[in-house]
């Protein structure tokens, strides 16, 4: 995608093949910074302090990251299983809730154990992952445009008004987003579209990243605060709802950023469709219940009690809690399947059950 008329994805091998390139997120739109990560601590670090964040993304980043560790482990003299396991195992532990990430490691331990020539296999597979998801975000938006044509042809050819929550964006995948895929692709073919974008407190995604992105890419938007989405869909203002996921259950729960199902419930009762746009490696097959069963990050509670901005030019954060007032910061909810339309994924569209999302395996 575009950044200032240049084409970038958020992680790229470095040309010294010792390194991967990322987008340092945690200071967009701010200032543009590209960060090179080199070791094991660099892929742990990136992750849990959401300098690259968004579960493809994460996903990747970690797969690069158990060749980082052989490499390392390599160049120490101190290359053996057991000590490639506990690297792998470490950077598991950088973010729990999103499944990309436990996936994409084992995938690369599965293959390196395959293999003799195990730094090299690991980053063969890392790279292949890497087009991979590329390439099920593309997919995600050539069927899911099809959702948002049908609207148009409805509301014949006015636009079609959309409401995102978080950064579903390439800016959390590698290119083309999940939930901003199809927005894209009918950007594209010149369909009227207008995406209302969630701030997203309380890092606030949306108005800073998915805000970024869309008007990078010249696609029509508006922030709003997190809890105006109900009101807009009470008035009519609002055709469709389409989010992320970091995590998909076997029968349809999905959990996405904090907020997400209050989102859900206002669609449902409001009869909007409620969309989640997902790469198969974010459905987590081993769980039936994601309420009871998928592990919800807690993260630093100076994250709800500080904000971050520009005052003269300047990055600042500024408190905006009493100083003695305790804060709650859960990173996720769950969605329940019965409040999801449809899952938008690289081999289709699918309902939210057991029974439709195992035909897509």
Same mark, same amino acid.
């Given at each position: ?10 992680i790229?091998?470095?040309e010294?093949?010792?390194s ?13 910074e590209i ?10 670090? $990136? ?8 579960a ?41 809730? $999103?499944?990309?990430?436990?996936y ?6 599965a ?11 690991a980053?063969e ?15 995600i938006?050539?069927?899911?445009v099809?959702i ?6 409805k ?21 083309y ?9 009918a ?7 207008h ?23 010249g ?8 809890n ?27 959990a ?18 409620f ?29 709800v ?7 003269n ?19 996720f909810d769950?969605t ?26």
């Amino acid at each position: 995608m575009n950044i200032s008329n240049k084409q970038y994805t958020t992680i790229w091998l470095n040309e010294d093949n010792q390194s991967v390139s990322v987008i340092d997120q945690r200071i967009l739109p701010f200032k543009f910074e590209i960060l090179s990560l080199k070791s094991t601590e660099d892929v742990f670090n $990136a992750i849990s302090d959401m300098t690259v964040r968004g579960a493809p993304l994460i996903g990747v980043t970690g797969a690069f990251g158990v060749w980082l560790s052989a490499l390392e482990l390599v160049k120490a003299n101190n290359y053996n299983l057991d000590n490639l396991k506990k690297e792998a195992e470490y950077i598991k532990s950088s973010r729990p809730t $999103a499944i990309n990430l436990a996936y994409a490691v084992d995938r690369i331990m599965a293959k390196m154990l395959d293999s003799s020539d195990t730094v090299s296999i690991a980053l063969e597979e890392a790279e292949i992952f890497r087009l991979e998801e590329i390439e099920n975000c593309r997919l995600i938006g050539l069927h899911g445009v099809s959702i948002i044509e049908e609207i148009s042809k409805k509301k014949q050819g006015e636009t079609v008004n959309i409401l995102t929550h978080c950064n579903a964006g390439w800016l959390a995948c590698i290119d083309y987003g999940t939930a901003t895929a199809p927005i894209y692709e009918a950007f594209n073919k010149g369909i009227k579209v207008h995406v209302w974008v969630d701030e997203t407190r309380p890092r606030n995604q949306g108005a800073r990243l998915t805000a970024f992105e869309l008007g990078e890419h010249g696609v029509p938007h508006t922030i709003i605060a997190d809890n105006t989405g109900g009101h807009l869909m009470q008035h009519g203002m609002v055709d469709m709802v389409i989010v992320g996921s970091d995590r998909t259950t076997a029968n349809g729960d999905v959990a996405n950023k904090i907020g997400t199902y209050l989102k859900a419930l206002a669609a449902k009762d409001n009869n909007i469709p409620f969309y989640v746009a997902l790469p198969l490696s974010t459905i987590d097959m081993t769980m039936n219940n994601g309420i009871a069963e998928i592990p919800i990050e807690t993260r630093s509670e100076d994250e709800v009690r500080f904000m971050e901005g520009v005052v003269n030019g300047e990055v600042t954060k500024v408190r905006i809690t009493p100083e003695n007032s305790n804060a709650l910061n859960y990173g996720f909810d769950v969605t329940p399947a019965r409040l999801v339309t449809g899952l938008i994924t690289e081999r289709g569209i699918s309902k939210a059950d057991k029974l439709e999302i195992a035909k897509l395996f």
